[in-house]
């Protein structure tokens, strides 16, 4: 007779490497303090060359150790970006809803995820900063084909764009509010989900994965100024697995 009360086996865990890229003041780091600590700074200084945090995903089966890169969005920070998304099994593409050419950005960082990332990465497209949309439309923030393209509309960005792109690519698509929490943790859970069980075996840790010459060339690149814990003062460590 069994014991119904035995624990049951833990499930599997696994470490993903995540990237994050996208134009300067999209709201990647906010997104992922969002993620991880379940917070928001409206002030937020930009990050300089990268920030490394880590956080779990639980599914059913199994859990999710992401370990995030979240890299600096200006443009003299660009040529390092290969060194964050070398041998990441994952990436979230983020662009702003309120300025269109932050969305030419993200396409930028898709086609170059395809020619040099590792194949089969799984890429999110995200359009950020919905809450803006939101608050002026006093709405769920979706806008229709024809419409948030007035110059007078905060929304510069329609969902229907959007997500044409992404579902012309085959990539995943959400729009999110760092602000309001609005699709953040989903965005996360759908990657982890649409990680392909292949990929996830003999995964490493992402700042081992960062090897000392190319330390050494993001150090140069940003006058030693390299933030690889962006928790920062007041993170909670109980919700982080860094």
């Given at each position: 007779?069994?014991?119904s009360?035995?624990?049951?086996?833990?499930?599997p865990?696994?470490?993903?490497?995540?990237?994050?890229?996208?134009?300067?003041?999209v709201?990647?780091?906010?997104?992922?303090?969002?993620?991880?600590?379940?917070?928001?700074e409206?002030?937020?200084?930009?990050?300089?060359?990268?920030a490394?945090?880590?956080?779990?995903?639980?599914?059913?089966?199994?859990?999710?150790k992401?370990?995030?890169?979240?890299?600096?969005?200006?443009?003299?920070?660009?040529?390092?970006?290969?060194?964050?998304?070398r041998n990441?099994?994952?990436?979230l593409?983020?662009?702003?809803?309120?300025?269109?050419?932050?969305?030419?950005?993200?396409?930028?960082?898709?086609?170059?995820?395809?020619?040099?990332?590792?194949?089969g990465?799984?890429?999110?497209?995200?359009?950020n900063?919905?809450?803006?949309?939101?608050?002026?439309?006093?709405?769920?923030g979706?806008?229709?084909?024809g419409?948030g393209e007035?110059?007078?509309?905060?929304?510069?960005?329609?969902?229907?764009?959007?997500?044409?792109?992404?579902?012309?690519?085959?990539?995943?698509?959400?729009?999110?509010?760092?602000?309001s929490?609005?699709?953040?943790?989903?965005?996360?859970t759908?990657?982890?989900?649409?990680?392909?069980?292949?990929?996830?075996?003999?995964a490493?840790?992402?700042?081992?994965?960062?090897?000392?010459?190319?330390?050494?060339a993001?150090?140069?690149?940003?006058?030693?100024r390299?933030?690889?814990?962006?928790?920062?003062?007041?993170?909670?460590?109980?919700n982080?697995?860094?």
């Amino acid at each position: 007779m069994t014991d119904s009360t035995a624990p049951s086996a833990p499930k599997p865990s696994s470490s993903v490497k995540l990237v994050l890229l996208g134009e300067a003041a999209v709201g990647k780091s906010s997104l992922v303090l969002r993620f991880v600590n379940d917070a928001f700074e409206p002030n937020k200084e930009p990050t300089i060359g990268a920030a490394f945090l880590t956080q779990k995903c639980a599914l059913p089966t199994r859990t999710i150790k992401f370990e995030i890169w979240d890299t600096a969005g200006q443009e003299r920070f660009a040529s390092l970006a290969p060194m964050y998304y070398r041998n990441a099994q994952s990436a979230l593409v983020v662009y702003d809803i309120t300025k269109a050419s932050s969305l030419v950005k993200a396409k930028h960082w898709v086609a170059e995820l395809q020619r040099q990332a590792s194949p089969g990465i799984v890429i999110a497209v995200v359009g950020n900063k919905v809450d803006l949309a939101e608050e002026e439309d006093g709405a769920e923030g979706e806008v229709t084909e024809g419409e948030g393209e007035d110059e007078g509309s905060v929304r510069k960005v329609s969902t229907k764009e959007g997500k044409a792109f992404a579902e012309e690519e085959g990539l995943l698509f959400f729009e999110t509010s760092a602000k309001s929490g609005k699709n953040v943790n989903e965005v996360f859970t759908a990657i982890a989900n649409a990680i392909p069980e292949g990929s996830l075996k003999g995964a490493r840790g992402a700042v081992q994965g960062v090897g000392a010459a190319t330390q050494a060339a993001i150090e140069s690149a940003t006058g030693g100024r390299v933030n690889l814990n962006a928790g920062g003062d007041g993170a909670k460590q109980d919700n982080c697995a860094c």
